[in-house]
């Protein structure tokens, strides 16, 4: 399953949380197999809670996987999916 000498990091910037994250933790619990790390990050105060996030994925799989991963994303409205691929020799 996964490609060590590949390494997939995927950026998914979510607007309207409260609106639209039950749709992307649905995706992401689909694909859960193939996520090695999750990082969520959003401004927090104490008097307020940022309408907008940001998640980093560490995604593990192959390039197929992959895409269908961030196709999925991409499907639920107020999300933008941006990926990076690194290669090791």
Excluded: W
């Excluded at 995927?10 to 992401?28: A, D």
């Excluded at 197999?33 to 907008?52: M, V, W």
């Amino acid at each position: 399953m996964e490609n060590r000498s590949v390494h997939y990091i995927v950026g998914v910037h979510i607007t309207n949380r409260v609106t639209h994250v039950p749709q992307v933790q649905s995706v992401l619990t689909e694909f859960g197999c193939f996520i090695k790390t999750r990082i969520g990050l959003h401004e927090l105060s104490d008097e307020t809670c940022s309408p907008n996030g940001l998640l980093i994925v560490e995604f593990i799989g192959n390039e197929q996987k992959l895409t269908e991963f961030v196709e999925a994303l991409k499907a639920v409205k107020g999300v933008d999916v941006q990926r990076m691929t690194f290669k090791h020799d």
